[in-house]
């Protein structure tokens, strides 16, 4: 049983789907599922593997099926942490357990910080956080240059540099910088300029996603228990080492969860991971026995 509804703000009607009952059969809290930029839909197969929790997926604003009335086009963790205490609120069921994966962790961190008797446990699957690196002015270098690719020759170039950034070993050293430019046909995206400039991932507008750091000594304070997460298959790429780093920064050690960024994906966008498996990790780690 699935139902939409539309929770109507000053800023933005924010589309949300509730998978299972309401208030929930068992007296679990629900089991929210946020992305960002990737709205409700990414999250189909991982909502349909947990039957026996009450699952609400959304459309952050400006994206998907929410719709923005606050003039702006950038997306920040706290404009979307205000958006999820309010669907907080409206489902009248807090506190609730958040997985929140890339963007969508950092935006269940800053739920945390500016709410945390909103969440009772907080899974942040590979936030995509620069601060927290060692390299992290040479990782803001790398996220421009993506931001450039895509201005100067639209979604294939920006999506091949971006490809190449986030799979990139390591540092980001004077190696990385001097490769050329990666060919988008040799990732099968097309060379041709669509002509679109506004794609939240390779653009700039979610630069404040990218580069906001966590406060450790509010997450520490909050009631919520936070665990960070890092696929097995991420080791040493972008979001493999900011999420060790901001594991760190929290007195923790990234729980390892199957697959890769993308891991609970079934075929939604392409590049499936082992969904069965992540949603298992994440029934046991919810559950605290993982």
């Known amino acids: ?18 998978h299972g009952p309401l208030p929930t059969a068992d007296g679990r809290p629900p089991l929210l599922l946020v992305g960002q930029p990737m709205d409700a839909g990414g999250f189909a197969t991982l909502a349909s593997l947990l039957p026996d929790r009450t699952v609400v997926t959304y459309d952050p604003r400006g994206l998907g099926r929410s719709t923005r009335k606050d003039g702006r086009l950038d997306h920040t963790p706290e404009s979307q942490a205000e958006d999820l205490h309010a669907l907080v609120e409206a489902l009248g069921a807090g506190p609730v357990d958040l997985f929140g994966s890339s963007g969508g962790a950092v935006t269940g961190l800053a739920l945390v910080t500016a709410y945390p008797g909103d969440v009772l446990a907080l899974v942040a699957h590979e936030p995509p956080l620069i601060p927290v690196l060692p390299d992290a002015e040479a990782a803001e270098r790398a996220r421009a240059a993506v931001r450039d ?7 294939g170039a920006g999506m091949a540099t971006f490809i190449a950034m986030t799979s990139w070993q390591g540092e980001y050293t004077d190696e ?12 099968g995206l097309p060379s041709e300029d669509d002509g679109t400039r506004d794609d939240p991932l390779l653009s700039d507008r979610s630069w404040a996603v990218s580069g906001y750091r966590p406060d450790a000594a509010a ?6 228990r936070v665990v960070v997460a890092v696929g097995e298959e991420s080791a040493g790429t972008f979001t493999g080492r900011t999420s060790l780093a901001t594991a760190a920064l929290l007195g923790q050690e990234a729980t390892v969860f199957p697959s890769h960024h993308g891991g609970f994906l079934g075929g939604e ?5 082992q969904p069965e498996a992540f949603a298992a990790r994440l029934r046991a ?4 026995a993982g």
């Open 285 to 288: 780690v919810l559950d605290g």
């Open 149 to 155: 690719a895509y201005e100067a020759s639209g979604m």
């Open 219 to 224: 997450l520490a304070a909050a009631p919520t």
């Open 1 to 18: 049983m699935s139902t939409t509804y539309v929770l109507e703000t000053p800023e933005v009607d924010l589309a949300y789907d509730v």
């Open 176 to 187: 990385y910088f001097a490769r050329p430019a990666p060919d988008p046909a040799s990732f």
């Open 269 to 273: 966008h392409g590049y499936a991971g």
